[in-house]
């Protein structure tokens, strides 16, 4: 589906249903099937990827059953599965894969992970090469890419695994799988990535002398039951901050937003940049304190932006919104940098490259780098329209909408579909919002 995204003179209402967040709602599903009874998870998300994770659930012999936007799966423990497919559809989503590996991995189950062609173009070594040293026995295709085959073990064994890269997808694989290991299994991460994994499922954690996080886990460790209402995710909201923030005379306001501070570097980068954003508490937690994460009402009005540069620490802290905070550079007027992000490299498509043609397209100077890019914003003034591709990218075909409000004329987002991966109704929202 091709999209033609008309300039906008302002942006003006609120957002009450913003889609659930993916990360907690993938782990919701996913840290219930280890859990001895049933859990309860509200405001799941709609969006393809989390549908991906309960698909490969059912396909594992789960029971989970669906009311809306309500799910209740009724589990045995770490005997929870018994696979009715050999080979489990991951589609689109590398959190599924990755998390699921662990599970699958520490299991002993036969099976193989697939993926979509983009999922299939991603990395796997960084689980498969931990999951191994455990004592795995796993195959990939050529490259250390998927479909992963998986064959039954002997068992595993726990590992002291520091992580190469800032990875919560890693960090989260090597913890699941240690829930089935001999011994206790400790993952050192030098810079703290998104820490939803440990929050929900309580696990142990130490600190080094250095600062270093340690996170432990073990078969001897007992996995709750799940009962939650999932936040609406700061990642769709950040596309809507950017928004606001660019284009004068705009006020938006987003409810019950999950702020967890290892998620939330969007918020306080565009602070940085002078964007006037107000962060409030609603007067209902109950859904914050049930499922260990903060959440906030959030209302940005338009401002006039500064240049920034990211700090490394930032990075794995505002991964999924450096597309769109890219956005926000162009219309800073100055020198914005993004480095130590080689990452990007590594999502559903090559978002440094991604990015930097974006911005060309729309007439804004960029520099592409290995590990990040930078650019030179013009100002607030208005941007060339352009034909963008979305690469198959969510995340892209958003950021670039976003950017397609500040044109001098229309533009047209090719691939737009694929915003369905995480936020299905967000040419709906934005149309609700134009002006």
């Not at 699941?176 to 030098?190: Q, Y």
């Not at 914050?288 to 540069?309: F, H, M, N």
């Amino acid at each position: 589906m091709n999209k033609t995204v008309e300039p906008a003179k302002c942006l003006r209402g609120e957002i009450t249903d913003l889609p659930a967040d993916k990360s907690i709602a993938h782990r919701a599903a996913l840290f219930a099937t280890l859990a001895r009874g049933e859990s309860v998870i509200r405001n799941f998300s709609e969006a393809a990827d989390p549908q991906s994770t309960l698909q490969c659930l059912r396909d594992l012999g789960v029971p989970v059953e669906t009311d809306g936007n309500t799910i209740v799966i009724r589990a045995k423990g770490r005997k929870t599965f018994s696979p009715i497919k050999s080979e489990i559809d991951c589609g689109n989503s590398g959190t599924t894969m990755r998390l699921l590996s662990g599970m699958v991995a520490g299991a002993g189950l036969p099976v193989t992970l697939t993926g979509d062609a983009s999922l299939s173009s991603r990395p796997m070594k960084r689980i498969t090469e931990p999951l191994g040293l455990m004592g795995a026995e796993i195959e990939t295709a050529e490259g250390n890419r998927a479909p992963i085959l998986f064959r039954p073990h002997k068992g595993l064994h726990a590992i002291d695994y520091p992580l190469p890269m800032p990875s919560a997808q890693v960090k989260s694989c090597v913890l699941l799988a240690g829930l089935f290991a001999d011994g206790e299994t400790r993952v050192t991460e030098k810079l703290p990535s998104r820490d939803h994994t440990e929050r929900m499922l309580g696990l142990e954690m130490d600190f080094n002398a250095d600062g270093t996080r340690v996170l432990k886990s073990s078969r001897e460790f007992e996995v709750r039951p799940q009962h939650l209402t999932v936040p609406n995710d700061i990642s769709a909201a950040a596309f809507w901050m950017v928004a606001a923030s660019v284009i004068p005379g705009s006020e938006i306001v987003l409810r019950g937003v999950g702020v967890n501070p290892s998620r939330s570097a969007v918020i306080s980068i565009l602070q940085r940049m002078g964007a006037d954003i107000r962060v409030t508490l609603p007067p209902n937690m109950q859904a914050s304190q049930a499922v260990g994460e903060p959440v906030a009402d959030i209302t940005i009005k338009s401002a006039q932006l500064r240049p920034v540069s990211l700090l490394e620490t930032e990075i794995p802290n505002a991964i999924d919104e450096i597309p769109v905070l890219a956005v926000a550079m162009g219309f800073a007027r100055g020198k914005s940098e993004v480095r130590n992000a080689s990452e990007l490299r590594a999502k559903e498509c090559d978002r440094i490259a991604a990015v930097a043609e974006m911005l060309r397209k729309a007439g804004i100077k960029v520099v592409e780098y290995k590990d990040g890019f930078e650019v030179i914003g013009g100002g607030a003034g208005p941007c060339e329209p352009a034909e963008h591709a979305s690469f198959h990218d969510h995340r892209i075909a958003m950021a670039s909408s976003i950017l397609a409000l500040k044109g001098s004329g229309p533009s047209v987002i090719t691939g737009a579909d694929c915003t369905a991966i995480s936020y299905p109704h967000f040419y709906r929202d934005l149309s609700l919002l134009a002006d």
